[in-house]
C-alpha cells in the first residue's frame, strides 16, 4: 500500500522541539557529518506520527542506515552514548534513542524472545513496526517522510491499522498498545487488524508490561475510545474476567467523556477504573490486581465512596470530610460539580468545627471521646447540608 507523499520543514520542526530534545538531535546531526558522512538518518516510530499530527513532541528514535555494526559501536563509543540494548543495536544520546535498523525473527517465548539483523533497506527495517501510523520515517538530511505501508491516508483517515499481520502477532502487548492508542488518538480500529487482535493470546504478557499500556490509557483524553477497544478487542474477558454489553458501554461512555471535561488533573489516572468498577458493580481492588496497577491506585479507590442512585447534599458534606468534592472520582455524576460549588466545598474540605480538644476538657475520653466526636460532626453536617437535601 502506498500513501501521498509529504515533506517536512526541518528547520520549522526543530524549532517545535523541547530543549531537551533540540540540543541533543543537532549535536548527534554534527556529529554523524563530521564522523559519518555516507550514514543516513531517519527519525522513526511515534515521533514522526506525532509530527504529521500537530501533536507534542515527548522523545525521539533514530536510525542510522549504511553503517555497519562495529562502526556504529566504535561510533556510539566516541559520542558518548551509552549502550542500553546492544544484542538489538540500540543506544541512548541523552534524551535519544539511536540504533541500526533491524530485522526481527521470533525465536523464543516472551518479548525477549526475538533474533536481529541489520536491515539495510526502509521497508524490511519498517515492516516490525507495529502499526502503519507508527512506520513512517522522516529523512533528516531531506525532510522527506518515507511511507511504505500508507500509514499518512490513514493518519488523515483517523484509522490504526496493522502493517505485517505475520510480524505483529509475534507480540501480544500490540494488542493492548492499539487500545491506548485508540484512547490517545481518538482513532478507530480498522476492521481487519481487529480481527486479528481478537485472536490473539495475552496470557504471555508479564504484569509489568501489561499495566504500561493501561497507564497511558488511563492518562489519555479519551478514555471512552479506550473502553470500546477495551471490550471490541476482547481484552476485558481475557485480562479482566467480564464483558459488558452496548448499554453499559453507553453509560460508562457518557461518565468518561463527562469526567474528562471536569476532572480534577490530579487524580486523572484513576477514572477509568473508578468508573468502570462503579458502573459494572465490579471490585476496584480486583481491577487493580487484574492489571498489576502500583498500590498508589488501590489506596486511591479504596478511599473513594461509589456513586450512589441518589445524591444527596448530606452525601456530598460528609464526603468533604474526607476531602474537597473536586476529589471524588465521582464528580461527573448529576450536577455534583455545580452543586460542591454552591455548597463551598468544591475546592475545600467541610470543618465542622469540632475539635477532640475541646471534648477532652468537657470530660470525654476513651472510648467516648471517639463516639462523642463522632456524633457531633454528623450533627454538624445534618445543620449544614440536611436543610437543602439534594
Not at 475545600?348 to 471517639?370: C, I, M, N, S
Request: glycine share 6%; hydrophobic share 40%.
Amino acid at each position: 500500500m502506498q500513501s501521498r507523499s509529504q515533506t517536512l520543514d526541518l528547520d520549522r520542526i526543530y524549532e517545535r522541539l523541547p530543549s531537551k530534545l533540540r540540543k541533543p538531535l543537532l549535536k548527534i546531526l554534527h556529529f554523524f557529518s563530521e564522523n559519518l558522512p555516507q550514514a543516513r538518518l531517519y527519525l522513526v516510530g511515534g515521533a514522526v506520527r506525532d509530527m504529521v499530527m500537530g501533536r507534542e513532541i515527548y522523545d525521539l528514535d533514530i536510525e542510522c542506515f549504511n553503517v555497519d555494526p562495529d562502526t556504529f559501536e566504535n561510533a556510539m563509543e566516541k559520542l558518548g552514548a551509552k549502550g542500553v540494548g546492544k544484542s538489538f543495536f540500540v543506544y541512548k544520546y541523552e534524551n535519544i534513542d539511536l540504533s541500526l535498523p533491524r530485522i526481527e525473527h521470533k525465536s523464543g517465548s516472551g518479548h525477549r524472545g526475538f533474533t536481529v539483523a541489520v536491515a539495510h533497506d526502509t521497508k524490511e527495517a519498517s515492516r516490525r513496526r507495529d502499526f502503519t501510523m507508527n512506520a513512517l520515517m522522516l529523512d533528516l538530511k531531506t525532510g522527506q517522510i518515507v511511507d511504505h505501508w500508507g500509514g499518512l491516508k490513514d493518519i488523515d483517515k483517523k484509522i490504526i491499522r496493522v502493517v505485517d499481520p505475520e510480524k505483529f502477532v509475534e507480540d501480544s502487548l500490540r494488542v493492548l498498545r492499539a487500545m491506548q492508542f485508540s484512547a490517545r488518538l481518538k482513532f478507530r480500529i480498522e476492521s481487519k487488524s481487529r480481527t486479528l487482535m481478537c485472536q490473539m493470546d495475552l496470557s504471555d504478557l508479564t504484569p509489568e508490561r501489561i499495566f504500561w499500556e493501561f497507564e497511558k490509557m488511563f492518562n489519555a483524553q479519551w478514555l471512552h475510545y479506550g473502553l470500546f477497544a477495551l471490550d471490541d478487542l476482547r481484552i476485558d474477558a481475557k485480562l479482566l474476567g467480564f464483558t459488558f454489553d452496548r448499554g453499559s458501554f453507553m453509560k460508562m461512555a457518557r461518565h468518561m467523556v463527562k469526567a474528562r471535561k471536569l476532572e480534577d488533573g490530579a487524580m486523572r489516572p484513576y477514572y477509568f477504573l473508578f468508573i468502570l468498577s462503579s458502573d459494572m458493580h465490579k471490585s476496584g481492588e480486583k481491577l487493580c490486581e487484574a492489571i498489576n496497577t502500583p498500590n498508589i491506585y488501590k489506596k486511591i479507590l479504596k478511599l473513594q465512596k461509589r456513586v450512589p442512585r441518589r445524591i444527596t447534599d448530606r452525601f456530598l458534606g460528609a464526603l468533604s470530610l474526607r476531602f474537597p468534592i473536586r476529589q471524588w472520582l465521582g464528580i461527573y455524576a448529576d450536577d455534583v460539580f455545580d452543586r460542591s460549588k454552591r455548597l463551598g466545598i468544591y475546592a475545600k474540605q467541610f470543618d465542622p468545627g469540632v475539635r477532640p480538644a475541646d471534648l477532652l476538657e468537657e470530660g470525654y475520653a476513651g472510648p467516648a471521646l471517639g463516639k462523642e466526636l463522632r456524633r457531633r460532626i454528623l450533627a454538624a453536617v445534618r445543620m449544614r447540608f440536611g436543610v437543602n437535601d439534594g
